[in-house]
């Protein structure tokens, strides 16, 4: 099997990621950004235990006021608001500032149960037409994993998911063949590396650069996608880069992993 560069790839990787950090996309993404309320830990906790893939939330008057509007039928995420109370005058006449009395629950919304206007995207699917040889070969690595790979309609923003209790993978069935040859690669990142880590955000930013390797191992290019998906998550460019040098090895040793046996090309198997 021909030796695989990940640096080399890892390099591009970075690369891709600064040049996205100081483009007009990239502060498109934050003005957007900037208009929703940054949550509690305990909330956070909340809204991924409803629902999972959720990205931006906001209550149903916020969305309006953004162009968005609810689907009908859509079912409400519920996280805690604080109930807040104003003080009354102080003895020289000022008034004080608010005070919380409580909580209680409210409802609110994600990005993907909504329909309007066009939200600003880092990430563009990966429609290049690729062999199919290249996700059977993937579907081939997971099994000896000891993962299934399905074929599933997630109906919302997802691509796809990694569920380590079932061993179980899925994949979105309505994307481009290149699309879903990163999100299985992405996903399988996700199997090798993170089946006990708390930190989404790292999380997401190695499975993204694993599946980035992967490809290009394919010679299929998913920078469209993955340059904005990693400097997302990681929150700005320089903030990736370093946190693609931290994970450096992790990735690495994953990527070697993965691609051997039955990615880079075909080796006898066992009768």
Known sequence: MARVDVQAHLAQLRAGVAALASSAAWQRHLEFQSRFHRYSPRNVMLIAAQCEHASYVASYRHWQRLGRFVRKGERAIWIFAPVLVRNHASREGREEAEAVRGFRLVPVFDLSQTDGEAV??????????????????LCLVARRLGYSVQDHDFAGAANGDCNHAERRLRVEVANPAAQRLKTLAHELGHAVLHADCADRSLAELEAESVAYVLCRIFGV???????????????????????????????????????????DGPRHTDP
């Open 221 to 263: 290019d998913t920078g469209s996608y993955s340059f904005g998906y990693v400097t997302a998550w990681a929150g700005g460019g320089e903030e990736a880069i370093a946190a693609i040098n931290a994970s450096c090895e992790r990735i690495h040793r994953a990527v070697s992993l993965l691609s051997a046996p039955g990615v």
């Open 120 to 137: 600003p995207s880092l990430c563009e699917l990966v429609g290049a037409p690729v062999p199919a040889e290249h996700y059977e070969r």
